[in-house]
């Protein structure tokens, strides 16, 4: 048995693998582009209109975003082989959209290429250089001709007219069926990355520059106090109400608790978080609690008044964190006990006297836990994971509007060590789970090899 | 009966433990609110925490805010006035043409002019400023870009309070830009004095530090300064210092007792520092702002929606409201290269479909201003030229031989040899509910004649990209505007068209001539001229149509006194204020 | 009487989703803007779920008195901030919440419970196929992906959908021609070498999978599907279903490996019960009472998460009309409690619905113990 969950420990290398593996493919399915945003946060305008193409390369250059994804790509033959070098999407699927229409992408390659050379030569704001700059802008091959035909002849000797009969050549386009493989060796995003990651280094954020780790650390704290705050305080709610319901079943314990924590369920966070704070925080109505935040105690309270003032804050977060997990905990300690209840064992306890009490909690609870073991198992990431919600709603800057943050502004290094972060958590949560359900459940055969061995 | 009286027993345990639990919380010690009246402090909120505050990476609105305070520059735009005042300068730079087209700036320094220790601003610390703005670190390369015009400097050895710039580059905003850097002292930034082995036109040329052990040890300390978040390192000459920077939390400035500026008879904003303590609170919801500003948590909200702005109004009595028209546009775009926008008396009619007046009124209820142009100055005139009009926009449609083919509500026309329906897709971002509001209104005004819209919201970074790339139809975007001379090369010509600004693809010989001269160091007069002539092109071609400017509105607790309202950012200046 | 209520809750459950239904299919012509459209029938509502009413814009209450020139054309339950019409706008959202909570679970539920029901029956140990067949479906599945993902030009513009429908189907064709060649080819050449049994562990290979699918955070897959597909109706269906089957598998397989070694089951075995006869008709309607409780939550779930999604902004469309748009605009403009209440209520009364439906059907013993003594 032990060596089952030695075995499973063992697969998380390959499972963590193959999951950074698909998060970086969907992260390239995702668009946006980091350096677009970098450039958006900037706050100078400037009269050099080419600037912005000059900084967004230099921002590709220096984060390593104008190299390969991944150590080889499967693309169409005729596709274009750099396409990661392009700054910007409009240059790729302009590349893309040509390399297909035309059936090679070398045609449009020595195309490009004498175009810069005559643009080079070419003064600007003449006739010719507009054509010339539609023409290295066109997204179809229609575009370019109609482009070149406005061209005087002279402009269009030299070899241009050539290059823009070859275009439509070719009438199969049989390269685009082909795929190839294309081989980037080791400078590549991922492999870079990796390195980086085993060297414990996880990149500084493209936001603001700082390192992932500390802004991981500064976030991390918070969160996990609320989320442990809240789920012990669930726990402690929902496990003897629970119990109790169970037992009374249909009284009037189990009626209220059953359409209390539904219709807490029903109501949406965000919602009950807004209208929390309106009622209990602000000067309208009572001022019970704070509004935001998680308090600023002077430097020399003791630690008694520190604590208060953060419970008084972050008592209506936990509150709001909670109350939509009482029903789903509720309805499974109620589940559970109920079909405890019904065995004979538990006849047998009352007919020794073993008071109800005695009988609820010392028998039929260890029995009942065994689902919330997986519960808690899966509520590993989350707890790190925090609720974006709430801690929008309440100003407390903790993973939630981190990994949002993150996500939104296409902050690459920071989304892979959150992913990784979390990806690790329930990997190790879910074995964790399935590890205490076997030793607390020994009838549980999670590793059934031994039944099918040819005896 | 003894289990029912044991349970219920239970019960009530835990419902007292429940309430003592909240009646610990409740007692919480009284609030900041008496605190910051004694101290004159002034809480206000943003909505994002600043992302740094070191002068060679500030970028953000919030902390551009705080280095206001914190930082000068030798010249800066009063706000009242829109010409340049003098800040660590004396006023004006004093330009000189000088032969083979260079020409020469010069700056006068005040005298009194100091640093915190007491240590005069000389000619030297601006170079030293500026050197250090143009130093060859790998993440300042966005001010070198920005200062590069300037050739060199020179300073007189007789005349420490003198400096000149010297540059070939001299267009309409030269003058404002060359003075707009911070001048910081070498003690905190550069205390091994590594800049002053190397020249300007050094340090212009170098691209790395790799190869020079001191400049790169420069560099890493003040990368390092800038991950750290360091405050101790963050000096300047402005009327406050950086206190303390919980990140993500609060931002606190505290006012310098012995300023050098504070006996200055100048009411310009720059010379105030009323408020002992200004503190930013870092609260991103705006219902949450609002329930602060209500419990005294905050004395200053600004950036506020119309409906939240009108509910503080009528609560006169709590409350000091204002509100200000913003400089900048917002328009809707017409992708040129889309096939069925190339017509201009297509982009007119939906011009004309679009009820401005109603979205005013319903969206931003009254607290918006209808501007028709991009830079709104004293000569241009702001009426809508293409008011709502749903006949004028048939007639347009008709005109160009739209016509509804199979009777079902929607024009159709041949293009190209396929029969194409008049279908668009009006393209902003989430979480904006005003654009959305626009989109909705928009559509429902273009049924009326036979246009079908299909409003459509993607997230900021796809927005971005989608603007940037062409792949548009019609799309609401808008910016604020800097209190500079106009420069319209950004939006109208044709090299921003394909990756730039220019989102609607506009290219045009004629508006890139116009834009070339209004570029250029003319007259104010004549460069009004142009500018007419210029608006005139763009109101026909209408690449984008204007519409609307929204205001400012800034709510305040009665306690804070002295708030003037701006329309450039940041909208008010703390350091007027007081309690 | 225990038993009573059980059955009230369960006739008053499909009452709600019956009239939920019907609604949601009959909302294009119970509400909409009389010229607009053309039904033959006048609509209940005049106001479509995007019609604007410039004059009762910013919020009128349902008890104040309104712009409107007559009875029929009040709004009764109120106008949100741009004057559409609340109670058309419950009506026509009842159609998506009918869409994204019923079908995309729906859809979630058949990929779920299938994975988990053969994770849990067949285990690591009985599922064998030969060498040949692994090989040969692992290259044509190799093929296909390589086919689909590189070849076919999903983002490529100027490319009609009748070219990528048409490659599609191609190589769909292809990729079988090569399976069934191979497996031909395998079974006439070398038959020994790949007529061998391997055994394949299914049960980690699944358990693997849906692990790695729980990792993945929610808003990811949300912001990568959305960029790729503009979001809609449709592509938040399959979103959800993509997230929610692995909850509903893990749920499954927990089941089914809690059945498999009842008494039962092994009889059926020893009996010679094939396989799928014996999960189809012996472990699937045992598993599914419990499994009914967990799909009503993550019905309930895939409503609230649209909320959710709303207030992020990676939600529905402005011009879809849903409970969950309703509710996230209500949250800035918490006077107009009109904007929270009604849908608030709705989506209480569906979910509410769907719970007692899965109560019934989970067969719980509803006579209580506490009496039994």
Not at chain 1, 176 to 197: A, D, M, V
Not at chain 2, 131 to 160: E, G
Not at chain 2, 545 to 570: C, H, N, Q, W
Not at chain 3, 284 to 294: G, I, K, Y
């Amino acid at each position: 048995m032990l060596l089952y969950f030695i075995k499973r420990l063992f697969l998380f290398i390959p499972t963590l693998f193959i999951i950074t593996l698909f998060v970086f493919a969907l992260l390239q399915f995702s668009g946006g582009d980091p350096a677009l945003n970098a450039l958006e946060r900037s706050y100078q305008e400037s009269y050099d209109i080419s600037n912005d193409a000059r900084k967004i390369r230099a921002y590709r250059k220096s984060n390593n975003l104008d190299l390969p994804t991944f150590y080889f790509s499967v693309q169409r033959l005729s596709s274009c082989d750099t396409l990661y070098r392009f700054p910007f999407a409009a240059e790729r699927s302009r590349a893309e959209a040509l390399a297909y229409a035309t059936g090679d992408w070398s045609l449009i390659a020595r195309l490009d290429d004498e175009i810069k050379k005559r643009l080079n030569r070419e003064q600007s704001d003449t006739k010719a250089s507009h054509l010339l700059m539609e023409i290295l802008t066109a997204k179809s091959i229609t575009q370019i001709e109609a482009s070149f035909a406005q061209l005087s002849l002279t402009e269009r000797n030299d070899g241009l007219d050539e290059l823009v009969n070859e275009l439509n050549c070719n009438h199969w386009r049989i390269k685009n069926y082909i795929p190839t493989i294309r081989f980037h060796g080791i400078s590549n995003q991922y492999h870079l990355w990796l390195t980086e990651i085993l060297n414990g280094n996880f990149g500084n954020s493209y936001i603001d520059r700082l390192p992932v780790s500390i802004k991981i650390k500064e976030a991390l704290p918070i969160t996990l106090i609320i989320s442990l705050c809240a789920l012990l305080i669930a726990l402690c709610i929902a496990i003897p109400l629970g119990i109790y319901a169970a037992y009374y079943q249909n009284g009037w314990l189990d009626k209220i608790c059953s359409q209390l924590f539904f219709t807490f369920y029903a109501l949406p966070t965000f919602w009950v978080a807004t209208l929390l704070v309106v009622f209990f925080g602000a000067g309208d109505f009572l001022e019970w609690f704070p509004v935001y935040g998680i308090g600023n105690p002077p430097e020399e309270a003791n630690l008694l008044e520190k604590f208060k003032i953060y419970s008084a804050h972050l008592a209506l977060p936990i509150f709001c964190y909670l109350y939509g997990g009482l029903a789903y905990l509720f309805r499974h300690i109620r589940r559970s006990t109920l079909e405890e209840l019904k065995q004979d064992y538990i006849t047998s306890a009352m007919a020794k006297g073993l008071s109800i009490h005695a009988i609820l909690w010392r028998h039929s609870f260890k029995k009942s836990s065994f689902p919330l073991i997986t519960i808690l198992g899966s509520a590993l990431p989350a707890l790190i994971s925090g609720s974006f919600v709430i801690e929008y709603i309440f100003s407390i800057d903790g993973m939630g509007l981190l990994m949002l943050e993150a996500f939104f502004s296409r902050d690459y290094p920071m989304i892979l060590s959150l992913l990784l972060l979390g990806a690790v958590l329930t990997l190790f949560g879910m074995w964790l789970a399935d590890l205490l359900y076997s030793f607390a459940d020994p009838r549980v055969e999670i590793d059934d090899s031994k039944k099918y061995h040819k005896g | 009966m003894q289990s029912n009286q044991r349970s219920f027993t239970h019960l009530f345990r835990a419902l007292l433990l429940m309430l003592i639990f909240i009646n610990l919380i409740a007692c919480i010690p009284e609030s900041q609110d008496d605190k910051s009246n004694l101290l004159n402090k002034i809480i206000m909120r943003e909505a994002a925490d600043a992302k740094s505050l070191h002068p060679l990476t500030v970028r953000d609105a919030v902390g551009f805010k705080v280095a206001l305070f914190m930082y000068q520059s030798l010249v800066n735009i009063d706000y009242e006035s829109q010409s340049l005042v003098g800040v660590v300068a004396k006023g004006e730079p004093q330009i000189d043409s000088l032969p083979k087209q260079i020409y020469k700036l010069t700056y006068q320094l005040r005298p009194e002019a100091q640093f915190d220790n007491g240590r005069q601003i000389e000619a030297a610390d601006i170079l030293f400023s500026l050197k250090y703005y143009l130093a060859p670190f790998t993440f300042n390369r966005d001010n070198r870009d920005y200062y590069q015009f300037i050739d060199s400097v020179k300073i007189n050895k007789n005349n420490s309070t003198a400096i000149s710039f010297y540059t070939h580059q001299l267009n309409s905003r030269t003058k404002f830009i060359s003075g707009d850097f911070f001048i910081l002292p070498y003690e905190s930034f550069d205390p091994n004095r590594i800049l002053s082995n190397y020249s300007i036109s050094d340090l212009k040329q170098l691209v790395k530090t790799d190869s020079l052990p001191n400049l790169l040890q420069l560099e890493q300390h003040t990368d390092s300064s800038i991950k750290n978040a360091s405050i101790q390192d963050l000096k300047g000459s402005g009327p406050y210092s950086l206190l303390n920077w919980e990140k993500g939390k609060r931002i606190q400035l505290e006012k310098k007792s012995n300023w050098w500026a504070s006996n200055l008879n100048e009411q310009s904003v720059y010379f105030q520092n009323k408020a002992n303590q200004l503190q930013i609170e870092i609260i991103p919801d705006e219902t949450t702002a609002l329930s602060a500003l209500k419990s005294g948590d905050i004395d200053v909200l600004q950036g506020l929606s119309p409906k939240n702005y009108e509910k503080l109004q009528s609560d006169s009595s709590r409350f000091l409201t204002y509100e200000m028209e913003k400089r900048g546009y917002q328009y809707i775009g017409f992708n040129m290269n889309h096939p069925i926008l190339q017509e201009k008396e297509l982009r007119k009619a939906i011009a004309y479909i679009c009820p401005l007046k109603i979205i005013v009124d319903q969206v931003y209820y009254g607290k918006a201003s209808i501007s028709s142009v991009p830079y709104v100055s004293a000569t241009t005139s702001n009426e809508d030229q293409y008011a709502h009009n749903l006949q004028k926009a048939k007639n347009l449609l008709e005109s160009i031989d739209w016509k509804d083919v199979d009777n079902d509500g929607l024009l159709e026309k041949e293009i190209n040899g396929e029969l194409v329906e008049l279908e668009l897709e009006f393209l902003y971002n989430t979480s904006n509910d005003s654009r959305a509001a626009i989109g909705m209104i928009l559509k429902q005004e273009a049924k009326k004649v036979g246009i079908k819209i299909n409003v459509q919201s993607v997230e900021w970074s796809i927005y971005l990209e989608r603007l940037r790339n062409g792949n548009t139809t019609l799309f609401y975007y808008g910016a604020q505007t800097a209190p500079l001379p106009p420069d319209f090369s950004s939006l109208f010509h044709s090299k921003s068209a394909f990756g730039g600004r220019n989102f609607a693809q506009y290219q045009s010989i004629q508006a890139d001539s116009l834009i070339a001269i209004i570029n250029k160091n003319i007259s104010v007069d004549k460069r009004d001229k142009i500018v007419k002539a210029f608006y005139g092109l763009i109101q026909d071609e209408l690449p984008y149509y204007f519409m609307l400017t929204p205001y400012e509105l800034i709510a305040t607790s009665k306690k804070v006194k002295g708030l003037r309202i701006y329309s450039d950012r940041p909208y008010y200046w703390a350091s007027e204020l007081y309690k | 009487m225990s038993l009573k209520n059980i059955y009230r809750q369960k006739r008053f459950g499909i009452l709600v989703i019956s009239i939920w239904i019907l609604v949601a299919i009959l909302a294009p012509i119970l509400a909409h803007s009389p010229n607009e459209s053309n039904y033959f029938l006048p609509p209940l509502i005049p106001y479509g779920e995007q019609t604007i009413d410039y004059k009762n814009a910013q919020s009128v209450s349902p008890f104040e008195t309104q712009n409107v020139n007559s009875l029929y054309r009040r709004h009764w339950l109120g106008t949100d901030e741009l004057g559409r019409d609340v109670l058309a706008q419950l009506i026509h959202g009842s159609n998506t919440a009918l869409l994204v909570g019923f079908c995309s679970i729906l859809i979630a539920s058949f990929i779920g419970i299938f994975f988990g029901l053969i994770a849990a029956f067949f285990g690591d140990h009985q599922w064998k196929i030969t060498r040949g067949k692994l090989l040969s479906s692992l290259l044509s599945v190799i093929l296909l992906f390589t086919f689909l993902l590189s070849i076919v030009p999903w983002t490529i513009e100027g490319v009609n959908t009748s070219e990528k429908a048409i490659l599609t189907v191609v190589f769909i064709i292809f990729t079988l021609l090569f399976f069934y060649i191979s497996n031909f080819l395998m079974k006439r050449y070398r038959s020994r070498i790949f007529q061998q049994n391997i055994l394949i562990p299914l049960d980690s290979i699944l358990s693997r999978l849906i692990e790695s699918m729980e990792a993945l955070p929610l808003i990811l897959l949300l912001i990568a599907f959305s960029s790729l597909i503009s979001p809609s109706i449709s592509s938040l269906i399959l979103m959800i279903s993509l997230v929610a089957w692995s909850g509903i598998a893990k749920f499954t397989r927990a089941e089914v490996l809690r059945l498999k070694s009842s008494n039962y089951i092994e009889n059926a075995k020893s009996l010679g019960y094939g396989d799928f006869r014996t999960m189809i008709k012996h472990i699937l309607p045992n598993a599914l009472p419990t499994l009914s409780v967990s799909i009503a939550f993550a019905i309930s779930s895939a409503i609230m998460l649209e909320s959710t999604l709303s207030f992020l902004g990676l939600g529905l469309q402005a011009s879809d009309a849903s409970w969950g748009a309703l509710m996230a605009s209500a949250r800035n403009d918490y006077s107009s409690w009109w904007l929270a209440v009604f849908p608030g209520i709705a989506i209480f009364l569906v979910v509410y619905s769907c719970n007692s439906i899965a109560d019934f059907i989970s067969k719980d013993d509803h006579s209580g113990y506490s009496k039994r003594t």
